[in-house]
């Protein structure tokens, strides 16, 4: 994606610079107020467009341009998310939030460079992992933008408030509201190496279709969901039970002779990558308590692997 430049004749102004400092903060609110990496782009952009159609005095006398640009912005994901809604009634089989790697897995970015713009990479934390996101998409979007805004970026209810167009106290409550169900998405802190290791035994499983071994390593109500767009193929309903999940991913397996499986941070913890002659079809995400798999995420649909595409 390219860099914002001034309206006129293309060169620098006074204040540009703290304009385009503010970019990688726009992107990681967007996305992770919007579990799509392609709508936080199009929502920076729009960000961006908004400040340019202002004239020089206009600009001038914003005391804040970061916090001008947080507040458009968190409104543009605050529309958005209301017809997300519309949008994946309307879409093929499951919907799941859009994975993205290690900073150093970074696919070509929209600019057409290889390894992206650094300054559209997610800052991996524990407010992307998968569960965390699926757990922000069961809520309303005022709630989403309330508790991200709060919770996560630490804004004051007050400024929410204004972005929401509710008072403060109806925002403090909306956060409470949503925190109560994200302590359900939240693992103990210090887990790491064991999910590594839930994970590691879990592709060795995988790969040696190993149905007893993978079942051992399920939780008994374990599910499993895909998401094809309609573009690939993927499981149209979510798997469920330690038996037919396994059952489901060996046959998975046994369909794809050529199957290579890769252990990869996705969204910032450890997941998997299924790839076909080098080529990354498939990007997986776990949720590990107790030492066993509680969900597994599999996005098989191309327009979310973008990021993951140069380096496979």
């Not at 159609?53 to 914003?62: D, G, V």
């Not at 403090?172 to 190496?193: E, F, H, K, M, Y």
């Not at 080098?278 to 327009?303: E, K, L, S």
Request: proline share 6%; hydrophobic share 45%.
């Amino acid at each position: 994606m390219s860099t914002p430049t001034g309206p006129e004749d293309g060169q620098l102004d006074p204040g540009l610079s703290a304009i385009v400092s503010e970019r990688r903060h726009l992107i990681n609110l967007a996305y992770r107020l919007l579990g799509s990496l392609a709508d936080a782009e199009d929502v920076v952009q729009e960000t961006y467009a908004r400040w340019y159609a202002l004239s020089r005095r206009q600009q001038e006398a914003i005391a804040s341009p970061g916090a001008w640009l947080t507040r458009v912005a968190s409104r543009v994901c605050l529309d958005l998310l209301g017809s997300a809604r519309v949008r994946r009634e309307s879409y093929v089989g499951e919907w799941i939030p859009e994975p993205v790697p290690d900073r150093s897995e970074w696919g070509e970015g929209r600019s057409g460079s290889v390894g992206g713009d650094p300054a559209d990479r997610v800052t991996l934390d524990e407010s992307v992992s998968m569960a965390f996101l699926v757990v922000l998409e069961s809520m309303t979007p005022a709630e989403r933008v309330a508790f991200v805004l709060h919770d996560v970026f630490r804004y004051p209810f007050a400024e929410v408030a204004e972005i929401v167009g509710r008072t403060p106290a109806a925002c403090r409550q909306l956060a409470s509201s949503a925190r109560r169900r994200v302590r359900t998405a939240r693992n103990p802190a210090g887990l790491d190496v064991q999910r590594a290791a839930v994970v590691r035994d879990f592709k060795q499983a995988w790969d040696a279709r190993d149905i007893d071994a993978l079942i051992g390593l399920l939780a008994p109500d374990v599910t499993a969901v895909g998401d094809g767009g309609g573009l690939v193929s993927a499981v149209p309903h979510p798997v469920e039970g330690a038996g037919q999940v396994a059952r489901h991913l060996v046959d998975v397996a046994r369909r794809a002779p050529g199957l290579a499986i890769v252990e990869r941070t996705v969204n910032g913890q450890p997941g998997l990558v299924l790839q076909v002659d080098g080529v990354t079809v498939t990007v997986v995400a776990f949720d590990v308590v107790g030492g066993r798999v509680r969900h597994i995420w599999a996005v098989r649909n191309p327009d979310k692997l973008r990021p993951w595409v140069a380096r496979g």
